[in-house]
């Protein structure tokens, strides 16, 4: 995550990268390429000296057909056309904008001390110089080093180590010829070699020696008092072990390395070289006024991080999110929010191709300190998408069954568009009552963690924090109020949440009832009148116990506004609820209490209600009795929920009720 902040302010303080274009025309490096074109024609074993010893150059001819037998060059595969187009030129001189990107295809070393090299890559001096030091005789020190290696392997180093001595001279011609046509302001020109319009670091037989040649040169110079950088990876002379760049790196306690931070990068083990503090430092900065996001009150960084493909596609949206002028539009533009916030750019970052990833990084900042509450790292912008799709998905089901046919204050003005916000609201603080701070925001990291990395959410957990703000609510309604409007939304929260985590098939089914596991699940036609309003929510209500609870809960609500209506704003059968902590054997002996209820109130013949009643009163009954044989036991918090859950969409029911006999009645 260091190196993505790192690459930030590279970026940004590099020209040639993002910000200005035009300025990063003028300045950007160049590399030359001795591009070298090689037939594979005749197997070619003699190009060794007899004893195997020393080759001298220019002692050598070169054949006619330069070939190269080695059976890792076979495996890059040439079409016929290609070889025949090959063998009609020998070597080129081509010029290419340096891209960082392409670092590790150019085999650029990456330790820049003095002495050998460990790939053909340098910087051009003198033409001749550098040809002939750096390029050509790194091939010929690969033969000369390893006898003991193949004959494969260093024919092939001498086959290229031949084909530069043989056009040394013209290939130095041109490159000062080309050389010298380049405005060299600003600017530092490489010189390396291609071979059949291929980068180095495409041949593995190549890029396994310049690693190897790196590796020791690695070992070499740690040795001395250099060390190297945690973050780059380079030597160099100066590193410093205390960078308080980044202060929230200062990890005083183990319990805040969270999920996917490693310990070694804590700072006491984190030498840093000078160039790195300074990019982390311009990366942190521009993070801070650029990238710096509320989710639902808690800060993150969204830290946007390359994913280096052998395609080298630079994502257009990674230079937009490096430019803040068109950042600041991309905050304005017209989009969805998951955050709960309008600048939220996720909505336009879930189109992205999975060229880049996603750091989240959350933060609690203190006067002095900045302590590291999540750090969700490597998100791709696929998984924004499928969160996206789950947010329109919740969004239909509300906004089709409910806005419509609520009349209440809060329902009809109530937007149905899903966010974190609606999680958010259960986990604030474990006590409302007291002064404390948000003490449940890791819970609730806990779980956005979950959803962008797809983890499984434990359903009871979640359930626990929902019907204990459900409860609260349901207490602290004022009895004569028309409506309960806390309680409602409390419900159609908690119920939007199941539906969000559900969509994204996150919840942890094997803490949901048995019957999930049996398959035993109500799908049967036959199994109710309101089967098709039930399959609406997916499987948040698939057993019979919840569904027959549900329907409890109804009936219930019904009985309340009768009761409401008929006894002057009172609703005395409230108290029978027990402020939501009942146990699934109350609630069931519920049902005949409320139907004795209904009938005093003379309910059960009243015309229009009657058929509604008797639907829901047989459909509740039957549920309860076949979840009995069926279900698994339900625990007291599920039970008030999906009791909680039928009083809160009564009114839905209602509707499909009626739509249904309207249906009926046409057919
Ligand atoms: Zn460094």
């Not at 300074?278 to 801070?288: A, D, F, H």
């Amino acid at each position: 995550m260091l190196s993505a902040i790192r690459e930030i302010g590279y970026k940004i303080s590099t020209p040639g990268n993002t910000t200005n274009r035009q300025e990063a025309d003028n300045s950007q490096n160049i590399i030359l390429f001795i591009s070298l074109f090689i037939s594979l024609k005749i197997p070619y074993e003699n190009i060794e000296t007899a004893d195997g010893c020393e080759l001298d150059y220019d002692d050598c001819n070169l054949p006619n057909n330069i070939n190269i037998t080695c059976n890792t060059l076979k495996n890059e595969t040439f079409t016929d056309t290609d070889k025949t187009n090959l063998e009609s030129k020998n070597f080129e001189i081509e010029m290419e904008d340096y891209n960082v990107q392409k670092k590790e295809l150019y085999l650029q070393d990456i330790i820049n001390t003095k002495g050998n090299q460990s790939s053909p890559f340098a910087q051009l001096t003198e033409a001749d110089k550098t040809f002939d030091k750096k390029i050509k005789a790194w091939f010929s020190s690969q033969y000369t080093t390893n006898k003991q290696k193949s004959k494969q392997q260093n024919n092939y180093f001498i086959s290229i180590g031949l084909l530069l001595n043989k056009y040394g001279r013209m290939i130095k011609d041109k490159i000062n010829e080309k050389n010298s046509t380049i405005n060299k302001k600003n600017k530092k020109i490489f010189l390396s070699v291609k071979i059949n319009n291929k980068y180095l670091g495409e041949f593995k037989i190549i890029r396994d020696r310049a690693e190897e040649l790196l590796k020791k040169k690695f070992e070499a110079s740690s040795s001395n008092d250099k060390e190297v950088c945690a973050v780059c990876g380079e030597f160099a002379a100066s590193v410093s072990g205390k960078t308080n760049v980044y202060r929230f790196y200062t990890i005083d306690k183990p319990g805040f390395i969270t999920s996917g931070f490693r310990e070694k990068e804590a700072w006491r083990n984190f030498p840093v070289c000078s160039d790195c503090v300074s990019y982390l430092g311009k990366g942190k900065e521009y993070l801070e006024l650029n990238l710096r996001f509320n989710f639902c009150g808690i800060y993150y960084y969204l830290i946007p991080q390359l994913v280096i493909d052998k395609n080298n596609i630079m994502p257009e949206i990674y230079d937009i999110l490096l430019d803040s002028p068109k950042l600041i539009n991309l905050k304005k533009k017209e989009k969805r929010n998951i955050t709960g916030n309008n600048d939220d750019i996720l909505d336009i970052l879930k189109d992205g191709k999975n060229y880049l990833t996603l750091n989240f990084l959350f933060l609690e900042k203190n006067k002095s300190a900045e302590k590291i509450l999540l750090l969700i790292e490597d998100v791709f912008p696929s998984r924004i998408k499928k969160i996206f799709e789950a947010k329109d998905y919740v969004d239909f089901i509300f906004k089709r069954y409910q806005q419509v046919q609520n009349e209440d204050a809060y329902q009809a003005s109530y937007e149905y568009s899903y966010n974190f916000g609606e999680l958010r609201k259960f986990y604030l603080k474990s006590d409302n009552k007291k002064r404390n701070n948000n003490d449940l925001d890791k819970y609730f990291l806990d779980i956005v963690n979950s959803v962008f990395k797809n983890t499984r959410i434990d359903f009871l957990f979640i359930m626990k924090f929902f019907i204990n703000n459900i409860r609260e609510n349901f207490i602290n309604e004022t009895e004569n109020e028309r409506y309960f409007n806390k309680f409602n939304k409390s419900v159609t929260s908690a119920l939007m949440n199941i539906l969000f985590f559900e969509k994204l098939d996150l919840l942890d089914r094997s803490v949901l009832s048995e019957e999930n596991m049996n398959n035993n699940n109500c799908d049967d036609e036959r199994d109710g009148f309101f089967n098709g309003f039930f399959e609406r929510y997916g499987n948040t209500f698939e057993s019979y116990k919840k569904r027959g609870i549900f329907l409890v809960g109804t009936l219930t609500q019904l009985l309340l506004d009768v009761q409401y209506e008929q006894r002057n704003k009172s609703r005395p059968f409230m108290k029978k609820l027990r402020g939501l902590k009942m146990d699934y054997s109350y609630i069931k002996a519920l049902l005949p209490d409320v139907q004795n209820k209904l009938d005093e109130y003379g309910i059960l013949d009243e015309y229009g209600y009657k058929g509604l009643v008797r639907q829901i009163l047989s459909d509740a009954s039957l549920y309860l009795l076949k979840g009995e044989s069926a279900d698994k036991n339900i625990s007291a918090d599920e039970a008030n929920f999906y009791f909680a859950c039928g009083m809160n969409l009564y009114k839905n029911i209602k509707t499909y009720y009626f739509q249904q006999k309207l249906d009926n009645k046409e057919t």
